[in-house]
């Protein structure tokens, strides 16, 4: 059973910078693509960024694309999340979530995914 904490979120001014952080604690061998996703009150949880176990195959969303970038660092089973340039719109809960299939076209669908963390918040301002 995979277990994911995320931690990183803080208040930020727009312009600025932040790394998130996931860690999986159980299970990570077994997590053929890990993500992250996002989620604004009154909205839709929308994927951010997927990474292939392999470390090779990168995916982002239409409107982070150039500003975040996704790393793991399998050894210490971290996944991360860099955002810069970040803007009030990127405001919300941002979850870890990983999945034991491949990422592949449908990786921003987060029924594909059977493990979440609890979220870390992340407000711009």
């Known amino acids: 059973h995979v277990q994911l904490v995320e931690s990183g979120g803080s208040s930020v001014q727009a312009g600025g910078s932040l790394r998130l952080s996931c860690l999986a604690t159980?299970?990570?061998?077994?997590?053929?693509?890990m993500a992250w996703f996002r989620q604004a009150p009154g909205k839709e949880r929308e994927g951010v960024a997927a990474?292939?176990?392999?470390?090779?195959?990168?995916f982002y969303g239409d409107s982070v694309k150039g500003r975040f970038t996704i790393s793991q660092q399998r050894e210490r089973n971290m996944v991360y999340l860099d955002m810069s340039d970040l803007k009030p719109e990127d405001t919300a809960m941002y979850y870890c979530a990983a999945t034991p299939w491949s990422c592949g076209g449908n990786w921003a669908d987060k029924d594909k995914y059977g493990h979440w963390g609890q979220g870390t918040q992340v407000t711009v301002s």
């Open positions: 159980t299970g990570t061998l077994i997590s053929r693509c």
């Open positions: 990474i292939g176990s392999a470390g090779d195959s990168y």
